[in-house]
């Protein structure tokens, strides 16, 4: 982390840590605060995410909903050191079938703590629907007075194409998922930007023109 100091925003510091275990299993039920704690230390300056999936995305999932990850995070905060840490909650957002009461009842919920949350891997599964529900739960989320990011999960292998869901196709021409992302950043007064990639194909953004809010 000490690498990276002061360049970052914010780090995803053990992800995915409510459905698996591996930390714990080898170093201790604590070791995920001592993480963050750690974390901290290194880089005091920048928001510490706890990044899952299913929270908002299936009720039916009881490793992460909205209560266990309350839970998580107390956990968090009641280790000696931890209770003033700057936490951010990040939600992974990978729907088939959004149930958007649902989701605005779990956001809710999680947005009590007065965390800033994300969502950090906004996807919708290949279907029928898939541009609807990907702008009914973008409009969901950019609605909500405490999210205040939406990153997506689009990027396309060169080999394997597509996992999930793209916003272009191998031609970088606009898919229906990017229209719909278009119109919303349009109507929403989010200005387009164009650049182009350096000899090792990367693109540095200003950080507010990759957010959505």
């Known amino acids: 982390m000490s690498r990276y100091k002061g ?20 170093l ?23 990044n899952e999936y299913n929270t908002i995305e299936y009720s039916g999932d009881g490793s992460a909903n909205p209560t266990k990850y309350l839970q998580k995070l107390r956990e968090i905060q009641n280790y000696p050191g931890n209770s003033g840490l700057p936490l951010g909650i990040g939600l992974e957002s990978h ?39 990907l702008e009914q739960i973008l409009r969901e989320a950019h609605s909500h007075p405490k999210v205040e990011g939406i990153m997506m999960w689009t990027g396309r292998d060169p080999n394997k194409g597509c996992w999930r869901m793209c916003l272009t196709d191998s031609n970088f021409k606009n898919l229906p998922t990017g229209d719909v992302v278009d119109k919303l950043l349009q109507e929403w007064g989010l200005r387009r930007i164009e650049g182009t990639t350096d000899t090792n194909g990367s693109l540095k953004l200003p950080f507010s023109m990759v957010i959505m809010k």
């Open 7 to 26: 360049q970052l925003i914010a780090w995803d510091v053990v992800n995915e840590n409510m459905h698996f275990s591996f930390f714990e299993s080898k």
């Open 28 to 50: 201790g039920e604590n070791i995920s605060a001592k993480i963050y704690n750690e974390a901290h230390r290194v880089d005091g300056n920048v928001t510490l995410f706890l």
């Open 95 to 133: 729907f088939t079938t959004p149930n958007l009461p649902y989701v605005r009842a779990s956001i809710d919920t999680l947005a009590a703590t007065g965390f800033p949350i994300w969502l950090t891997e906004l996807d919708v599964s290949c279907q029928p629907l898939q541009t609807q529900y």
